[in-house]
């Protein structure tokens, strides 16, 4: 599985065929976003990426995934 922290920093992009391996939180998330992609080594095209760390996001909203983070 994906650690929440590894993904929300941009290291790592989610085939949808694997969407498993994300946290439950990822699909709560308004920075949960997904792109095509026209060169692929696997059947699915599709991958998640997380645009928490992207300097051009839209919105300040704190993920999940750091909400729960600060309830604990």
């Known amino acids: 599985m994906i ?3 590894e993904f929300r920093i941009g290291q ?3 085939p949808f065929c694997l969407k498993d ?3 439950e939180c990822c699909f709560r998330c308004a920075y949960l976003i997904y792109e ?3 060169v692929c080594f ?3 095209p599709f991958y998640y990426h997380c645009a928490y760390s992207w300097p051009d ?3 300040t909203t704190l993920p999940p995934c750091l909400a729960e983070n ?3």
Request: net charge negative.
């Open 70 to 72: 600060d309830e604990k």
């Open 57 to 59: 996001k839209l919105t």
């Open 42 to 44: 696997i059947d699915d």
């Open 36 to 38: 095509e992609f026209s």
């Open 12 to 14: 790592h992009s989610v």
């Open 3 to 5: 650690k929440p922290e």
């Open 21 to 23: 391996e994300l946290p």
